[in-house]
T-cell receptor, first 116, second 112 residues
């Protein structure tokens, strides 16, 4: 069965610090997709990134970067020089191509608080 | 345009009321989803429509009744809800099951 674990329930940092949010997943499928979403207090889930299981290239987008390692089944998310506006709940999600196709499994989320 | 709209933003209803939540997207997506999210929890999938047909029902109680009138619209009809049904209800859409889901802002439902 697919499973996503975000071990960090809450993280608090001071503005301009770097912070890494961990995501570990379990799946038996060889084809799958991983996602990160941001949920600010307003409630809407905002899509950040999608990565398929065959693409292990790390990605950088501005202050955001993602480290995908199949060997450790991890898809970690780093925010560089954090800002107060980064405060939100961040969810990692997994979609399997065969088993449970059509469904996304979300981790429990990590609440990030960035203090000025 | 990656916008999914939901109405109403907030809804308060009694246990005997009948109400409906609405969701709309104009991205040409063929899959639409309803999720329920309780405070400090991840979204829980309720229903999936694919090409306007119900493809996944996650054993949701019959007091929740989804409807997909056309490819752009998704409704969730509510009847005889319980206080524990109070939650944020999120709609999402995507091109397909493995594609990125784009979420609406949600409807905050309070059942009294």
């Amino acid at each position: 069965a697919q499973k996503v674990t975000q071990a960090q329930t809450e993280i608090s940092v001071v503005e301009k610090e770097d912070v890494t949010l961990d995501c570990v997943y379990e799946t038996r499928d060889t084809t799958y997709y991983l996602f990160w979403y941001k949920q600010p207090p307003s409630g809407e889930l905002v899509f950040l990134i999608r990565r398929n299981s065959f693409d292990e290239q790390n990605e950088i987008s501005g202050r955001y970067s993602w480290n995908f390692q199949k060997s450790t089944s991890s898809f970690n998310f780093t925010i560089t020089a954090s800002q107060v506006v980064d405060s939100a709940v961040y969810f990692c999600a997994l979609s399997e191509a065969v088993t449970n196709a059509g469904k996304s499994t979300f981790g429990d989320g990590t609440t990030l608080t960035v203090k000025p | 345009d990656t916008e999914v709209t939901q109405t109403p933003k907030h809804l308060v209803m009694g246990m005997t009321n009948k109400k409906s939540l609405k969701c709309e997207q104009h991205m040409g997506h063929r899959a639409m989803y309803w999720y329920k999210q309780k405070a400090k929890k991840p979204p829980e999938l309720m229903f999936v429509y694919s090409y306007e047909k119900l493809s996944i029902n996650e054993s949701v109680p019959s007091r929740f009744s989804p409807e997909c009138p056309n490819s752009s619209l998704l409704n969730l009809h509510l009847h005889a809800l319980q206080p524990e049904d109070s939650a944020l209800y999120l709609c999402a859409s995507s091109h397909g099951g493995l594609e990125t889901q784009y979420f609406g802002p949600g409807t905050r439902l309070l059942v009294l």
